[in-house]
Each structure stands twice: as C-alpha cells, then as structure tokens.
C-alpha cells in the first residue's frame, strides 16, 4: 500500500473545513506515485483508492510446522 487511509481522510477533513477558504466538497491528494480522490458528504469524508494489486501467493502448507 502506498499511504494509509486514517491520515488521508484526517488530512482531508482538515484541509477542506479548516484551511482552504472556500471549504470544497471534493479535493484530490497527489502523493510522489498516487492520486487520491476525496470528498465531503455531511460529517462524513471518503476516500477513492484503487484495487489493490497481490503479488505472492502462500498456502497453508508454506506456514505449517511440525513440531515433534
């Protein structure tokens, strides 16, 4: 994962109800290689992230120990 998303909606609510004048419903956060669409509806701030990409597989048995 590229960000965490508490300190993205945390940052957000910020910028929109405290920092911007204007107090925008929609921003999007541009991170070095990620875009994050954010919007305000009530009290309430979502985030748009992608899905999110699985690059190894693991089964069960790559985690069992026998123990004797």
């Known amino acids: 994962m590229n960000?965490?998303?508490h300190p993205i909606i945390g940052t957000s609510w910020v910028?929109?109800?405290k920092?911007?004048?204007n107090q925008p419903q929609n921003i999007t956060l541009d991170g070095s290689?990620?875009?994050i669409p954010v919007n305000q509806s009530?009290?309430?701030v979502w985030l748009q992230a992608a899905q999110p990409q699985f690059l190894d597989t693991f089964s069960a048995q790559d985690?069992?120990?026998s123990v004797t």
């Open 3 to 5: 960000f965490a998303g």
């Open 15 to 17: 910028l929109m109800n």
């Open 19 to 21: 920092i911007f004048e």
């Open 33 to 35: 290689n990620w875009r």
């Open 42 to 44: 009530g009290d309430l």
């Open 63 to 65: 985690f069992y120990h």
